[in-house]
T-cell receptor, first 110, second 112 residues
Framework: GEDVEQSLFLSVREGDSSVINCTYTDSSSTYLYWYKQEPGAGLQLLTYIFSNMDMKQDQRLTVLLNKKDKHLSLRIADTQTGDSAIYFCAESEGYSTLTFGKGTMLLVSP | EAGVTQFPSHSVIEKGQTVTLRCDPISGHDNLYWYRRVMGKEIKFLLHFVKESKQDESGMPNNRFLAERTGGTYSTLKVQPAELEDSGVYFC??????????FGPGTRLTVL
């Protein structure tokens, strides 16, 4: 199976909350990340969480980590049309190479 | 400060030809990474340079791929000869000693 799995597509209305889910298999992961890719651009690091944390909040973004189930989620509050992008979940062991999921395309409609 | 740049943005070649992709990392970043996303699949690690040395090349698919980073500045990734399955988007990223890898916009390679 794949190391990092994500649902491929999510559609929400502007103003709603979006929740993007990810599962991973590597129990030695120390950092888990959410990257955002807008059309024609590179990947932008949105936020990350250390594996001994269970939650991290940064403005409209909330990351939840269930280490027992190896489940990571990204919640975007008050989703805007500018949030439409592909969101990649990734993990690493320390400061090293990243293992990514396939990405979740988020479409926000007015 | 300029971000990570990649050239070309898009390359279309025929099977059997050679293509060279270039990445200019953020100035002063010792770590340089190459990743690849094949259509519909996850982004996969190819290799990692620390300055001019290959720290980890375990992700390189086969010996048709050659990466260099002469002088520890920019890096090139050559594919010779290109095959159909090499089509995808090739990303470069750089980092200093810290956690965050800064990504370039990618080069979209299409092999016909």
């Amino acid at each position: 199976g794949e190391d990092v799995e994500q649902s491929l597509f999510l559609s929400v209305r502007e103003g709603d909350s979006s929740v993007i889910n990810c599962t991973y298999t590597d129990s030695s992961s120390t950092y888990l990340y959410w990257y955002k890719q807008e059309p024609g651009a590179g990947l932008q690091l949105l936020t990350y969480i250390f594996s001994n944390m269970d939650m991290k909040q940064d403005q409209r973004l909330t990351v939840l980590l269930n280490k027992k189930d190896k489940h990571l989620s990204l919640r975007i509050a008050d989703t805007q049309t500018g949030d439409s992008a592909i969101y990649f979940c990734a993990e690493s062991e320390g400061y090293s190479t990243l293992t990514f999921g396939k990405g979740t395309m988020l479409l926000v409609s007015p | 400060e300029a971000g990570v740049t990649q050239f070309p943005s898009h390359s279309v070649i025929e099977k059997g030809q050679t293509v060279t992709l270039r990445c200019d990392p953020i100035s002063g970043h010792d770590n340089l990474y190459w990743y690849r996303r094949v259509m519909g699949k996850e982004i996969k690690f190819l290799l990692h340079f620390v300055k001019e040395s290959k720290q980890d090349e375990s992700g390189m698919p086969n010996n048709r791929f050659l990466a260099e980073r002469t002088g520890g500045t920019y890096s090139t990734l050559k594919v010779q000869p290109a095959e159909l399955e090499d089509s995808g988007v090739y990303f470069c990223a750089s980092s200093q000693a810290g956690l965050e890898q800064f990504f370039g916009p990618g080069t979209r390679l299409t092999v016909l």
